[in-house]
Nanobody, 125 residues
Framework: VQLQASGGGLVQPGGSLRLSCGAS????????MAWYRQAPGKQRELVAQ???????NYTDSVKGRFTISRDNAKNTVYLQMNSLEPEDTAVYYC????????????????????WGQGTQVTVSS
């Protein structure tokens, strides 16, 4: 299974972006889906995560500004980012842990950790 992130871009401080992460196969279960980010010269950090039963967790710096959500019917996880700050500039990666997919023939496959490719978010005036 592959994860495809999109929605990044250049935005002014105070602006908004919505990132999307879709899966290449039909997902019937994921334990955790999350967004990480990595700024130049810094380690990759967890931004937000959402569990199978929709419990969410955010890093302190984005609480109240970012919202993670998932649409299981579309196999997609979203990150709504509001009140963006220059410090939010980074490459954002989607992530999923413990995935079960189902083929068109009903076959199920289980995967461990899966990373999507990054999408660049730049906050600058």
């Amino acid at each position: 299974v592959q994860l495809q992130a999109s929605g990044g871009g250049l935005v002014q401080p105070g602006g908004s972006l919505r990132l999307s992460c879709g899966a290449s196969e039909r997902i019937v279960y994921t334990n955790i889906m999350a967004w990480y980010r990595q700024a130049p010269g810094k380690q990759r950090e967890l931004v937000a995560q959402i569990t199978n039963d929709n419990n969410t967790n955010y890093t302190d710096s984005v609480k109240g500004r970012f919202t993670i959500s998932r649409d299981n019917a579309k196999n997609t996880v979203y990150l709504q980012m509001n009140s963006l700050e220059p410090e939010d500039t980074a490459v954002y990666y989607c992530y999923a842990d413990d995935i079960i997919t189902m083929s068109d023939f009903g076959d199920r496959y289980r995967y461990g950790e899966v990373w999507g490719q990054g999408t660049q978010v730049t906050v600058s005036s």
